[in-house]
């Protein structure tokens, strides 16, 4: 399976960022090796001093398909999960800054979480208004509404899969809000999506 990511999907997390507005969605991958393992604490790597935190809402693929118009891409999944994006900040702006690619400061390993529990996708009403937060050590750090993305769920699964076939098991990561910010060792990252909470994360 492959992990597909898009950054600058909220203005907000774009102007926190001094990014510039895309024209189209900004795609990057993660390895299946930079999956947390279930249970696991998440382990700052000692190649960064400024690991951060990014809540994102998911998608996952089920069913094989590329070059998917966006009125049909409703029929390649069926359910929405949360994540955490996390993100070697110091080493991204070095990357950034040279044109070079950002893998090495975003698919380290355990720098995808991937909430254990799924939400049917009928079980809402919109997937445009679907409230999702992170709190850090129970207090409300990232808190936004999907409604707020520039590019939807159904127009990013058309965009990706002009370049990427799209395989079963897939997942997308659909961007994060404004609010990201710096773990420290024995943080805990807990992720909801409504009232109902997604994952639980240790940071070591
Ligand atoms: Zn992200």
Known sequence: ??????????????????????????????????????????????????????????????????????????????????????????????????????EKAKGFDGSAVIGEKWINKNSFNSLNNINFSLLKNNETVQSCNTSAMLWKIDELISYVSQFFTLKIGDIIFTGTPEGVGKVEANDVLTGFIEEKQLFSIQVK
């Not at 024209?23 to 930079?34: G, I, S, Y």
Request: charged share 30%.
């Open 1 to 102: 399976m492959k992990i597909i990511c898009i950054g600058r999907n909220y203005s907000a997390h774009i102007s926190e960022l001094n990014n510039e507005k895309p024209l189209e969605p900004v795609v990057f991958l993660k390895p299946d090796t930079a999956i947390l393992l279930k249970k696991q604490a998440f382990f700052i790597p000692d190649f960064s001093k400024d690991v951060h935190y990014e809540v994102e809402v998911l998608v996952k693929i089920n069913r094989v398909g590329k070059y998917i118009e966006e009125q049909y891409a409703h029929k390649y999944y069926n359910e929405i999960g949360l994540g955490i994006d996390f993100t070697a900040r110091d080493l991204q702006q070095k990357l950034k800054d040279k044109g070079l690619p950002w």
